[in-house]
């Protein structure tokens, strides 16, 4: 079946350190792949998305790449602050017309 | 501002009661979702409308329903069947439903038993 795997957390970063938080994903077709980003005590919110391969997603100073011949989609950052501290879910879809499947998502923790 | 709103923001259940979740958005969405966030667990769907008075259940249905009569409200209500509802609950919207849409959040409901 179609499955989201995120690297286990939490990660734990000093402020300004590089971050990656790796994710891979199985799925039939050409999916849609997706970073939501959760804030303490709040719903989430998209970070950054893309739809086919080879496409890079950004925000925030957030980026990931769809890389179909590996089958991921990983997050990085060059300079992570105090307020990137959250839980980063990394989702994609099934196929058109389907809802979303979300990694169990990574924590990051960030310390000045 | 337009935006997605769930209450109350946290609710208590006693042993065999019925309780509902709101969600409202007024976002001018036809697809709405209903999700449970559990520690370590991701986010798991509970049901799905892709339009008004339509609804499908999604992986965990068990022991929930949802109603549809409005575009703006999609309420889930835990029923007693549920034998483990404590979590969290997040509801979500988007322009229609799947592929490439942005999924928009509320800020969430957390359910705990008395």
């Known amino acids: 079946g179609n499955s989201v795997t995120q690297m286990e957390g939490p990660v734990t970063l000093s402020e300004e350190a590089f971050l990656t938080i790796n994710c891979t994903y199985t799925?039939?077709?050409?999916?849609?792949l997706f970073w939501y980003v959760q804030y303490p005590g709040e719903g989430l919110q998209l970070l950054l998305k893309a739809t086919k391969a080879d496409d890079k997603g950004s925000n925030k100073g957030f980026e990931a790449t769809y890389r179909k011949e590996t089958t991921s989609f990983h997050l990085e950052k060059g300079s992570v602050q105090v307020s990137d501290s959250a839980v980063y879910f990394c989702?994609?879809?099934?196929?058109?017309?389907?809802?979303?499947?979300f990694g169990k998502g990574t924590t990051l923790s960030v310390s000045s | 501002d337009g935006g997605i709103t769930q209450s109350p923001k946290y609710l208590f259940r006693k042993e065999g009661q019925n309780v509902t979740l709101s969600c409202e958005q007024n976002?001018?969405?036809?697809?709405m979702y209903w999700y449970r966030q559990d520690p370590g667990q991701g986010l798991r769907l509970i049901y799905y409308?892709?339009?008004?008075?339509?609804?499908q259940k999604g992986d965990i249905a068990e022991g929930y329903s949802v109603s549809r009569e409005k575009k703006e409200s999609f309420p889930l209500t835990v029923t007693s069947a549920q034998k483990n509802p404590t979590a969290f609950y997040l509801c979500a919207s988007s322009i229609s439903f799947g592929g490439a849409e942005t999924q928009y959040f509320g800020p969430g409901t957390r359910l705990l038993v008395l």
């Open positions: 799925a039939t077709g050409y999916p849609s």
């Open positions: 989702a994609l879809t099934r196929q058109a017309g389907t809802a979303l499947i």
């Open positions: 976002l001018n969405h036809d697809a």
């Open positions: 409308s892709q339009i008004v008075n339509d609804f």
